[in-house]
């Protein structure tokens, strides 16, 4: 059973940093693309970052440009996602998903992917 989990999440002040990490566990994922999605409360779900499989693309909501950092160890199983100059915008619940298995490009979509986390809430207030 595939099963991801996320941590790393919590109250920060604005201009702080945080970094999540996601486990996944249950299969391997080296040749699928994986991602970062965000929900604020009464919104949608929205795309933050992406890595393709073994790393040789990312892609980024321009909101996470210059700002934001993926990053994925395949022998461990996880993606990370390094958030500097965090802003009260970035308030949100982010996930971690992993991409249906096909050519291993990354995506922005939502309905790409196959398996999500449950979540871990970031908090950005002073």
């Known amino acids: 059973q595939v099963q991801l989990v996320e941590t790393g999440g919590g109250l920060v002040q604005p201009g702080g940093s945080l970094r999540l990490s996601c486990a996944a566990s249950g299969g391997t994922f080296s040749n699928r693309a994986m991602g970062w999605f965000r929900q604020a409360p009464g919104k949608g779900r929205e795309f933050v970052a992406a890595?393709?499989?073994?790393?040789?693309?990312?892609g980024y909501a321009d909101s996470a440009k210059g700002r934001f950092t993926i990053s994925r160890d395949d022998a461990k199983n996880t993606v990370d996602l390094q958030m500097n100059s965090l802003k009260p915008g970035d308030t949100a619940v982010y996930f971690c998903?992993?991409?249906?298995?096909?050519?291993?490009?990354?995506?922005?979509?939502?309905?790409?992917?196959?398996?999500w986390g449950p979540g871990t809430q970031v908090t950005v207030s002073s």
């Open positions: 998903a992993v991409k249906r298995a096909d050519s291993g490009g990354y995506s922005i979509w939502p309905y790409d992917y196959e398996y």
């Open positions: 890595i393709s499989r073994s790393a040789y693309s990312t």
